[in-house]
């Protein structure tokens, strides 16, 4: 089983940034893809970004060009840095395995992009 904890969100203004970092802990040793998704009421948890151990990254359209997906494989640990915020990335941030997900998601990080 896998244990994932979110963290690094916060209030911000458009055109802002912010980094965000799951760290991993469990049984990560056989994962090869982890992903950053979101969700926002009323709305599926939709992928944003993934990235596999070799440092291969997939985004999302509309989030190419601002967001990065990094890990460091010795920490364990993903990162998503957002550049030029829109208050359409609003939304909770979960990171997971990819594509299939573990069933036990963590507490995620809010992140809330004000116009």
């Known amino acids: 089983q896998v244990q994932l904890v979110e963290s690094g969100g916060g209030s911000v203004q458009a055109g802002d940034s912010l980094r965000l970092s799951c760290a991993a802990s469990?049984?990560?040793?056989?994962?090869?893809?982890m992903g950053w998704y979101r969700q926002t009421p009323g709305k599926q948890r939709e992928p944003v970004a993934f990235?596999?151990?070799?440092?291969?990254?997939y985004y999302t359209d509309s989030v190419k060009g601002r967001f990065t997906i990094s890990g460091d494989n010795a920490k364990n640990t993903v990162y998503l840095q957002m550049n030029s915020l829109k208050p359409e990335d609003t939304a909770v941030y979960y990171c997971?395995?990819?594509?299939?997900?573990?069933?036990?998601w963590g507490q995620g990080t809010q992140v809330t992009v004000s116009s």
């Open positions: 997971n395995k990819y594509p299939i997900p573990s069933v036990y």
């Open positions: 469990g049984s990560i040793f056989s994962i090869d893809f």
């Open positions: 990235i596999r151990r070799d440092g291969t990254t």
